[in-house]
């Protein structure tokens, strides 16, 4: 079964710093992958997916993330975090027969000193 | 074009009683999934509703079912709760002809509190 592993409880960045936030997941085939951002009484929006090509994603925001099949991972970086940033980001996979059903990681909450 | 919607925004119930939740999908949207979220945990899957059938189903015990109506709209309901069932509940719409680019819209979600 798919399952996804985000190592990372919490996350402190001062603003302008760079960020990377690690994914790893578990699948036996080419999964999809997605980052989500949740602001506190919000929703979750998608930053970004995965589904095959160019290993290098550009989501919204100024977020990117690599997905490499050799360390199963799925890391969400930017290269200069806003105050604006802070949240709670969530790593999410998908894919063979549960298709259209996401499994999470607990998610890595940031926090962004000024 | 408005987004998922969900009602209501917060609730609390009893122990032993039962609530029902509501969705509508964004416009345009056939299918409807239902996530709960638990204090500090990631969502977790309940079950996904297409043609007015669940499709799907996560892990969760019967006492959660649900309905979608001809408009597309969802409800979840969930009978004797549990204070364990204190959590923020999730609804996603998607369009099921786009279904392989999984792009689910999640709505801002109801937070259940159980006493």
């Known amino acids: 079964a798919q399952s996804v592993t985000q190592p990372d409880i919490h996350i402190t960045v001062s603003e302008g710093a760079s960020l990377e936030l690690r994914c790893n997941y578990s699948?036996?085939?080419?999964?999809?992958l997605f980052w989500y951002v949740q602001s506190p009484g919000q929703g979750l929006q998608l930053l970004l997916k995965?589904?095959?090509?160019?290993?290098l994603v550009q989501g919204i925001k100024g977020f990117e993330a690599e997905f490499k099949r050799s360390q199963s991972s799925f890391n969400l970086r930017k290269p200069s975090v806003h105050w604006s940033d802070a949240a709670e980001y969530f790593c999410?996979?998908?894919?063979?027969?549960?298709?259209?059903?996401?499994?999470f990681g607990r998610g890595t909450q940031l926090t962004v000193w000024p | 074009d408005a987004g998922v919607t969900q009602s209501p925004t917060h609730l609390i119930k009893t122990r032993g009683q039962q609530v029902t939740l509501r969705c509508s999908p964004k416009?345009?949207?056939?299918?409807v999934s239902w996530y709960q979220q638990a204090l500090g945990q990631g969502p977790q899957f309940i079950f996904q509703?297409?043609?007015?059938?669940?499709?799907q189903r996560g892990n969760f015990p019967d006492r959660f079912s649900g309905h979608q109506y001809p408009n597309y709209s969802s409800e979840l309901n969930v009978n004797a709760l549990l204070l364990g069932d204190s959590a923020l509940y999730l609804c996603?719409?998607?369009?099921?002809?786009?279904?392989?680019?999984?792009?689910?819209?999640f709505g801002p979600g109801t937070r259940l509190t159980v006493l």
């Open positions: 996603a719409s998607s369009l099921e002809e786009r279904r392989r680019y999984n792009e689910q819209f």
């Open positions: 699948y036996g085939a080419t999964p999809y």
């Open positions: 995965y589904f095959s090509g160019d290993t």
């Open positions: 999410a996979v998908e894919g063979g027969s549960t298709l259209g059903r996401l499994y």
């Open positions: 416009s345009g949207h056939d299918t």
């Open positions: 509703y297409y043609e007015e059938e669940e499709r």
